[in-house]
């Protein structure tokens, strides 16, 4: 007999292995010859080559399911043994995968289906895909930051980058930070809920605890990113027209050189103080004949809210606000 180790890394072990390894132990059921043993997050598999090519064949079918669903369940586990040849409660079941749909970017949780639905948002993962270096620009609602963390989770799925950071200013629109109650991290969260709402879409539960646990996926204020080097890492830096333009300089000088970076902002919503200049509108007249940087605009015909909210910025437009 030989023996193979799987190792099962960025993976939610419950939401793969399932409660108590009951995924694990329906794929052993239906080799009884080989032993296959689950402990953390490794897989042993001991048995003839032939064998452990099978159980490694369905294997990485199921975790190519789960990279793309977040979870494994029952009648997934049948679906793939089913598909392989081997008898099982649902013979004759083809396996859950849809045909490639270029145009998903993330296939998300509750059934959700992240794709870009306008065509600046399109342009938006084009440019993303060609350069390391894009500016997302347009007003609220556009989508902006929700297909920016989409592109990010993708890449981070598709092993592109080893994680996710994600940063924006903590600017008060109006209101007084200091007042807040809690600590710092207490004050800060509301600040950074549209990243979280997003990532909430996009990942299931326990794999972004996971994730977060890990570091694999960083969360925090722009602030804390002064002094690093962030490499083989996709970079989101949100409502960058909040930025000074010593802020926005220590951001675009953090990139390492396997990194990728989406900077997302709105030149209408500036909530910095009285004739500070936004390091985000600085930044656009300074490296727009920069090669390799891509900026991409969007407008009101991509707002994907409330129909009102479309014609709200127009008006706000048209009265030069």
Not at 140 to 151: D, N, R
Not at 193 to 221: Q, S
Not at 249 to 257: A, D, E, V
Request: aromatic fraction near 6%; charged fraction near 25%.
């Amino acid at each position: 007999m030989v023996e193979k180790v799987i190792t099962l890394d960025n993976v939610s072990l419950i939401d793969f292995l399932g409660v108590e390894n009951h995924n694990i132990k329906e794929v052993a059921a239906a080799f009884p010859m080989s032993k296959i043993i689950s402990r953390g997050n490794e897989i042993r598999i001991k048995g003839t080559t032939p064998e452990i090519s099978r159980i490694s064949d369905i294997l990485d079918s199921l975790l190519e399911h789960y990279q793309r669903y977040g979870k494994i369940t029952h009648e997934n586990v049948q679906s793939y043994l089913s598909h392989s040849g081997l008898p099982t409660n649902g013979a004759g079941m083809a396996p859950p995968v849809p045909p490639d749909d270029d145009e998903v970017l993330v296939y998300g949780t509750r059934g959700v289906v992240v794709r870009a639905k306008t065509d600046n948002q399109k342009r938006l993962v084009e440019a993303a895909e060609k350069y390391d270096l894009v500016f997302a620009i347009g007003p609220a609602g556009t989508g902006k930051t929700y297909t920016a963390v989409a592109i990010a989770v993708r890449a981070l799925k598709n092993k592109e980058v080893k994680k996710i950071i994600i940063t924006r200013p903590a600017v008060e629109a109006g209101e007084n930070l200091g007042f807040l109650p809690g600590d710092l991290k207490e004050k800060i969260d509301p600040y950074l809920r549209p990243i979280y709402d997003a990532l909430d879409d996009m990942i299931p539960a326990e794999k972004l605890k996971f994730y977060t646990e890990n570091r694999i996926i960083e969360i925090a204020p722009l602030a804390y990113m002064r002094g690093r080097t962030l490499n083989n890492a996709f970079i989101l830096l949100d409502e960058a027209q909040n930025t000074t333009p010593m802020q926005m300089k220590m951001f675009l000088t953090r990139m390492g050189p396997t990194s990728k970076a989406i900077i997302t902002g709105d030149r209408s919503q500036i909530d910095l103080p009285n004739r500070q200049k936004s390091g985000l509108i600085e930044s656009v007249d300074i490296l727009k004949n920069i090669k390799g940087i891509s900026f991409v605009e969007l407008d009101g015909r991509d707002v994907v809210r409330h129909r009102l909210v479309r014609e709200i910025i127009t008006a706000y437009e048209k009265a030069g606000q």
